[in-house]
């Protein structure tokens, strides 16, 4: 309501409170809150500022400003920063291994297919997810398994020998990843199982798995396991390495899902029973959903683990993409270009161990597993 006088025109009501102006937003505000808070913190910032600044205008004249992008051989890196084009020459090579060059759009339908159900999953406003997890554990593996041996439906067979690289990477981490966490939820449950048979099974599976190297459990599945078969019988080198890093990686599995079923009260169970709910009901329903919530990092920590442990596969010869990239180092068209090799590995691993990191990091402030107020 307003009041008109001869003069002017004036409110006869309180004006409703207004927020104070924030000084935080924006870049500025975000510079002051966490680099420039007070002079202490002012100085410490500049310093470590011109520190990394120093550190990182080398590493970026060698990376780039100076670097040679394209070439077949050495000859075209003369120039003293990277040699990048190493990696070009040996990109197939390094993507798909041995893999037949006329039959490697079997391979990037894989990746499509791997690329779209990942994002489908990842992206919670997408529909339908529970038939697009369902066809990802078991449809998605059928499929990628037809199309990468072949051997059927009219394609070329493409023996297990022949695959390396990111793709025999991936292939290793998917399976080593899809496996490991239903068999250590199982070994989990199994050890605090109230049955002493089934609880000593799995404490002494546990025990033995954790106590040996991976490189040992690959060796010995790949040198010695086929002199425990009748010779008739032989098992395919990768299907023996996928075996092994999964039942390695669900001992170390199962103790970080017990670690979370062991943070639940037992007044959680006890209120399933008095509901009337069986023990597989209690632990679908109520325990494993407030369990896994809680040790979302320590399981995702585990994959990025066996993520990067996939480069053991060298010690029985699968030739993953670290190994691919060694074994382009010793051709004579690329002595001495070893650094841009290793860079390059490294920045592939720590793309997907990252991405792995952050999306556990959105999913934690998804579930609230923080118990933030």
Request: charged content about 15%; glycine content about 8%; aromatic content about 12%.
């Amino acid at each position: 309501m307003t009041a008109t006088t001869s003069n002017s025109t004036f409110r006869t009501e309180m004006i409703e409170a207004r927020r104070a102006p924030d000084q935080r937003r924006g870049v500025s505000g975000w510079l002051r809150a966490n680099l420039f808070s007070s002079p202490l913190n002012s100085v410490v910032s500049i310093v470590v500022i011109l520190v990394i600044a120093r550190l990182i205008w080398p590493l970026l004249e060698w990376a780039v400003i100076d670097a040679n992008f394209i070439g077949a051989s050495r000859d075209a890196c003369t120039g003293a920063g990277a040699c990048w084009a190493f990696i070009g020459a040996r990109f197939d090579s390094i993507i798909y291994g041995f893999y037949p060059e006329g039959a490697r759009w079997r391979v990037d339908i894989v990746f499509a297919m791997l690329a779209i159900l990942v994002a489908w999953l990842a992206v919670p406003r997408l529909p339908q997810k529970k038939w697009v997890a369902l066809f990802a554990l078991v449809g998605f593996p059928i499929i990628a398994y037809f199309l990468l041996l072949g051997g059927s439906f009219g394609l070329e067979y493409v023996p297990t020998r022949a695959w390396g690289g990111l793709m025999l990477t991936l292939t290793i981490a998917v399976v080593g990843i899809v496996g490991s966490l239903p068999i250590g939820i199982l070994l989990a449950l199994g050890r605090r199982s109230q049955m002493p048979f089934v609880k000593a099974v799995c404490v002494i599976f546990i025990e033995f798995w954790r106590g040996v190297p991976l490189i040992t459990v690959l060796f010995m599945a790949s040198v010695m396991l086929p002199l425990f078969v009748p010779g008739n019988i032989e098992f395919d080198k990768l299907l023996r390495a996928l075996v092994g890093i999964m039942l390695f990686w669900s001992a170390y599995m199962a103790e970080v899902i017990r670690s979370g079923l062991q943070a639940i009260s037992k007044g959680q169970d006890e209120a399933g029973k008095a509901l009337g709910l069986s023990y597989w009901h209690r632990m679908g329903l109520i325990i494993l959903p407030q369990a896994l919530k809680l040790v979302i990092p320590g399981i995702v920590n585990t994959f990025i683990a066996l993520f990067k442990d996939t480069s053991l596969v060298l010690i029985i010869g699968l030739l993953d993409m670290l190994a691919i990239i060694r074994a382009g180092l010793t051709d004579t068209n690329w002595l001495g270009f070893s650094t841009e090799g290793y860079v390059f590995a490294a920045l592939v691993y720590w793309v997907f161990c990252f991405s792995m990191s952050r999306y556990s990091q959105y999913i934690e402030r998804r579930l609230n597993t923080g118990h933030k107020n």
